[in-house]
Nanobody
């Protein structure tokens, strides 16, 4: 069982920045991929960014150049640095991880990001 705990969401003005964190309960070396998804009201959950242990990083088109996914292996934590935030980035952001050994998908509970003036 892998637990993922997100933090760092909040209310920010357009053009502002936030950094989301996701702490994993196991070594992230045991995770095939780690990712961030988001879900806006009335919308499907969508991939924002992901990083695999093969070194492949993927970004959703609308966040390229503004968001950066990274990880701190020593802290078993991944991050999502979000710059130049727009109102359309408003959503609940979820941390996701796939266990290398079992291929089970794990999700955090989500953290709310609201971009508004």
């Amino acid at each position: 069982q892998v637990q993922l705990v997100e933090s760092g969401g909040g209310l920010v003005q357009p053009g502002g920045s936030l950094r989301l964190s996701c702490a994993a309960s196991i070594s992230i070396f045991r995770l095939r991929t780690m990712a961030w998804y988001r879900q806006a009201p009335g919308m499907q959950r969508e991939l924002v960014a992901s990083h695999s242990h093969f070194g492949i990083t993927i970004y959703e088109e609308s966040v390229k150049g503004r968001f950066t996914i990274s990880r701190d292996n020593a802290k078993n934590t991944q991050y999502l640095q979000m710059n130049s935030l727009k109102p359309e980035d408003t959503a609940v952001y979820y941390c996701n991880a796939v266990d290398e050994a079992t291929s089970i998908n794990y999700w955090g509970r989500g953290t709310q990001v609201t971009v508004s003036s």
